[in-house]
């Protein structure tokens, strides 16, 4: 049978002028009809070898496997998309320069005072603790916030207990830190924390530190272990290390608002579990060596020939006593009612 213009017209619904063209727009995958992006842009400050990148990368393999490649994410670490300021990522990925991220509450502290909570030195005591606020309402209650700046907040992450290092000595004390130059993050409470020790506090970003400590423009930092081993902070002059696990430093798994509606309601809800999941095995990939029966990874640091201290209750307690000022100041601004409910939470907590 030939087919012409007038054999189409006179077949009508029982021939292919009619029927083909609405069988081949339901052939059509589903990115096509939501106009999906090839690749979505996620930023983290750091990359693989950190447990946080290692995150990045879990959420990305998760999602292009479970949305079956419609939805590709590329990772895009040392905050490349904003120019290596770590504080401008939270802002970028609100203005759709960035299409997720797994951003630290430190970083996106400037936009979203609350999530100074967690920076509040030695609130969070242990992993229970931090378990104890992001798990329970507290945690809730801070992503409704993140919410309301203008992102999706789809899952908690974990960097870690920021342990301080030096090039000089030991640290047991407060009168230890004393005129030490140390790199902090780019959040104004690390500035008040570090001067209220008597050290002098120097902000810059994580990219910025590492030269920075080779020259011996500063002295000491503060980041979690798995941070030292990873960057191997031992050849940038680190050989002394105090855990004092002042301050917790939960991550966030988040989307822009507009990327996030544009996909359909199933790979939303593909994106959002893939993002627990991920959080969930990047929180144990985090731990990994700092818990109860499991200390490699401070083994691993002594190893280096790197003097490691434990601080004892008491020796904590005089570094608690230094910085109440610097607590006592941020409640304030944080919110006297949401930390109260932070401390009940920790105080509540189940310890391992």
């Known amino acids: 049978m030939k087919f012409n213009r007038r054999t189409l017209l006179k077949t009508g619904a029982a021939g292919f002028g009619l029927i083909a063209a609405p069988a081949l727009v339901g052939l059509r995958p589903a990115w096509a009809q939501a106009n999906y992006k090839p690749e979505y842009k996620l930023s983290t400050v750091v990359g693989l070898p950190f447990p946080w990148g290692q995150g990045g990368e879990i959420l990305g393999n998760l999602v292009r496997e479970r949305t079956e490649g419609r939805i590709n994410i590329k990772m895009y670490p040392g905050a490349a998309l904003v120019s290596g300021d770590q504080t401008r990522e939270f802002t970028a990925m609100r203005q759709g320069v960035i299409d997720l991220a797994i951003g630290s509450t430190i970083n996106w502290s400037p936009q979203i005072k609350q999530l100074n909570l967690f920076s509040l030195p030695f609130l969070a005591q242990d992993h229970a603790g931090i378990d104890a606020m992001v798990q329970g309402p507290v945690g809730k209650e801070i992503m409704g916030l993140v919410e309301k700046s203008g992102v999706v907040a789809l899952a908690w992450g974990e960097n870690g207990f920021r342990e301080v290092t030096n090039s000089k000595r ?48 500063v002295e000491g930092q503060e980041n979690p272990l798995h941070i030292f081993t990873a960057a191997k902070l031992h050849n940038l002059a680190q050989k002394f290390v105090t855990r004092w696990g002042y301050v917790a430093d939960p991550l966030i798994f988040a989307a ?97």
């Open 170 to 217: 030991e640290i047991r004390t407060p009168a230890d830190m004393k005129g030490l130059k140390f790199r902090v993050v780019g959040s104004p409470i690390f500035n008040d924390t570090f001067t209220a020790l008597g050290a002098n506090p120097t902000q810059m970003s994580w990219a910025d530190a590492q030269p920075a400590l080779a020259s011996g423009a």
């Open 256 to 352: 822009n608002k507009d990327v996030f509606d544009s996909w359909s309601a199933k790979d939303r809800d593909i994106v959002r579990q893939a993002a627990m999941d991920a959080g969930k095995q990047e929180i144990a990939i985090a731990r990994k060596g700092l818990v109860p029966g499991d200390q490699s990874l401070v083994e691993e640091v002594k190893g280096f020939g790197v003097t490691v201290t434990e601080l004892s209750a008491a020796e904590k307690d005089a570094f608690k006593a230094a910085v109440k000022p610097v607590f006592e100041k941020w409640t304030k601004e944080i919110g006297p009612d949401l930390v109260k409910r932070a401390e009940d939470a920790v105080a509540a907590r189940k310890k391992a």
